[in-house]
């Protein structure tokens, strides 16, 4: 029953450092998406692949990198990380190109930036 | 600009009662909806969602109801339980938007036992 699998679950850099955000899904879904969740806010996407190979921009997608690794795997890395990318990242998958289908959510990275 | 707008953040109902929540949409070409439910430290979950052909879905307890002309969607929950405390995300996916989803900032509903 893993569904969307993400870790770390936590996560403190310091101001410049860079880190990778891991996300893996066991349902065979072709669309994967990163958002970010701050306080008061909805989520937000900042990026997504459509299916394995591609990948595009999202909402706010400035300071992060992807990676669609594999089918299952779609990482998101910060490569000089700011405070204002402290928040809490959550990774979801969708079946085939996605339409009509819900997107399902792993728990989410709870990342602080000091 | 927020495209998906869901006012009055928290909401208080007591058990047995109905919760009713609100959704103000702008994109005329939105073409589907969904609701989310979260809880803390938890990622959200699917709960029921509407294509906009329709003006009514019904899931046991929940019913999503859709009125294209207004740009308005609202969700009922009958009766509401202690276990249904958790904040809701109402959602809406693009048709030209290979399926990305804008999100709400979330409603809060507490369930009173």
């Known amino acids: 029953n893993a569904g969307v699998t993400q870790t770390p679950k936590f996560q403190v850099l310091k101001t410049g450092q860079s880190m990778t955000l891991q996300c893996a899904q066991d349902?065979?879904?072709?669309?994967m998406y990163w958002y970010r969740q701050d306080p008061g806010m909805g989520l937000r996407l900042i990026y997504y692949?459509?299916?394995?190979?591609?990948?595009d921009k999202g909402e706010v997608p400035n300071g992060y990198n992807v990676s669609r690794l594999n089918k299952r795997e779609f990482s998101l890395r910060l490569e000089s990380a700011a405070p204002s990318q402290t928040s809490v990242y959550f990774c979801?998958?969708?079946?085939?190109?996605?339409?009509?289908?819900?997107?399902?959510f792993g728990d989410g990275t709870r990342l602080s930036i000091l | 600009d927020q495209q998906v707008k869901q006012n009055s953040p928290s909401l208080s109902v007591q058990e047995g009662r109905i919760s009713i929540l609100n959704c103000d949409y702008t994109?005329?070409?939105?073409?589907?909806f969904l609701w989310y439910k979260k809880y803390p430290a938890e990622g959200p979950t699917f709960l029921i969602s509407?294509?906009?052909?329709?003006d009514k879905n019904e899931d046991g307890r929940f019913t999503v109801f859709l009125n294209k002309s207004a740009k308005h969607l609202s969700l009922h929950i009958v009766p509401s339980q202690p276990g249904d405390s958790a904040v809701y995300f109402c959602?809406?996916?693009?048709?030209?938007?290979?399926?990305?989803?804008?999100f709400g900032k979330g409603n809060q509903v507490v369930v009173i036992p």
């Open positions: 959602a809406a996916r693009d048709l030209y938007g290979n399926n990305r989803l804008a």
């Open positions: 692949s459509a299916s394995e190979g591609t990948t």
């Open positions: 979801a998958s969708s079946e085939g190109d996605g339409r009509g289908q819900p997107q399902h």
């Open positions: 994109n005329s070409m939105f073409d589907y």
């Open positions: 509407i294509s906009s052909i329709k």
């Open positions: 349902m065979n879904h072709n669309s």
